[in-house]
């Protein structure tokens, strides 16, 4: 709609019973209902602290989550995620990994700079891709506390994008 009008104006306005907003653009006209009730608070959802912090390339994991999920397609989309602090002078390292019943396992590693202890935790690889394709920095920042917690996905450098993704359960 605001390409449609450009430069020009949109007119906001409301219903008499206030449950209604009507916008008009142009030659367009959008209405909406309003919901009632608050908002929840989305912050709460976002965890506040994490015991492994991994830094990889956006890039990378992109292209290796891609791999990962058409091996996953059998089962239920799940990818796994390994991220193991390094030792001494070598790096970090993160595993992605999916497994197709008929064709076998797929493991792609990738450098990483791990903060903390080493994490497993699983999610749904399609979920994964959507966010890390949205990314415009060149290395992004997963922040895990347990199999069960959520992960949040960090720019690094964009603090005006946060992206929190459920794990799957599984089995290790």
């Known amino acids: 709609l605001l390409q449609e009008a450009g430069t020009g104006d949109v007119a906001v306005t409301f219903n008499p ?4 907003v009507q916008f008009d653009v142009g030659h367009a006209r959008l209405i909406a209902n309003l919901i009632q009730g608050t908002f929840p608070n989305y912050e709460q959802l976002i965890p506040s602290n994490y015991t492994t912090r991994t830094e ?3 890039g990378d994991f992109v292209r290796e989550t891609r791999i990962a999920s058409i091996f996953a397609r ?3 989309g799940i990818v796994r995620v390994i991220a193991s602090p390094g030792e001494g002078s070598d790096p970090g390292s993160l595993h992605i990994t999916a497994r197709a019943e008929e064709v076998g396992d797929n493991e792609g590693v990738l450098d990483a700079v791990v903060e903390g202890t080493e994490s497993k935790i699983a999610f749904n690889g399609r979920y994964l891709t959507d966010v890390l394709n949205v990314i415009d920095t060149d290395r992004v920042a997963l922040e895990t506390t347990s199999p069960s917690s959520p992960g949040v996905l960090r720019p690094v450098g964009d603090d005006r994008f946060i992206h929190v993704v459920m794990p799957m359960f599984v089995q290790w």
């Open 17 to 20: 019973a206030g449950t209604q």
């Open 56 to 58: 990889v390339s956006v």
């Open 74 to 76: 059998d089962g239920s």
